[in-house]
C-alpha cells in the first residue's frame, strides 16, 4: 500500500481552545480514551500548562482545523534533573490517518523534547508505542 504523506501544519501552543476541539474531544472519547478529559481538568485547573522546560502541547493543523495534538512533559515519576520527557496525548482524527500527519507529528515532538531530555518514555495511547517500545533514546 503507497501512502502519500501530506502536509500539515504543527504548532506549539500556549492556550487550550476548548471550544476549537470539539470534534476532537468526542472521537476521543467514542474511542473509549479519556486523556483529552484528564488534560482538560488539569488545563482549567492550572495544574498542567506546558510551562515547564521541555514542556509543549502542539496542535496538527490542515488548513485551519485542528485535527490532532500531542504533548510531551516532564516524567512526573522521574526528577527534572533525570532528563526524562513523557510524550502522550497523541491523537490524530481517524478521517485524516493514513495521511503521514502521525508521523509529522512524532517526529515534531522527538525534536522538541531533544533540546531538554536525553529520554522520551512513550505512554501507551501514543500510537507509535508498540513500535519503538516504552521509551526512545534521545542522545543517539
Not at 16 to 33: A, C, T, V, Y
Not at 51 to 57: H, M, T, Y
Not at 64 to 78: D, H, K, M, R
Not at 117 to 129: A, E, K, R, S
Amino acid at each position: 500500500m503507497l501512502t502519500v504523506l501530506q502536509t500539515c501544519t504543527i504548532q506549539q501552543t500556549i492556550d487550550l481552545p476548548i471550544d476549537s476541539l470539539n470534534l476532537l474531544k468526542r472521537e476521543i472519547r467514542q474511542k473509549g480514551f479519556i486523556f483529552f478529559d484528564v488534560l482538560e481538568r488539569q488545563w482549567l485547573s492550572g495544574q498542567c500548562r506546558f510551562d515547564k522546560p521541555g514542556e509543549g502541547l502542539f496542535f496538527v493543523y490542515k488548513n485551519t482545523e485542528i485535527i490532532g495534538l500531542g504533548s510531551v512533559q516532564q516524567s512526573p515519576i522521574a526528577p527534572p534533573t533525570a532528563g526524562i520527557g513523557l510524550l502522550q496525548n497523541c491523537y490524530i482524527l481517524e478521517k485524516e490517518r493514513g495521511k503521514g500527519y502521525g508521523n509529522q507529528l512524532y517526529q515534531q515532538l522527538v525534536n522538541f523534547a531533544k533540546i531538554e531530555f536525553g529520554q522520551l518514555q512513550i505512554t501507551q495511547q501514543c500510537p507509535y508505542y508498540e513500535q519503538l517500545g516504552p521509551t526512545v533514546d534521545l542522545m543517539s
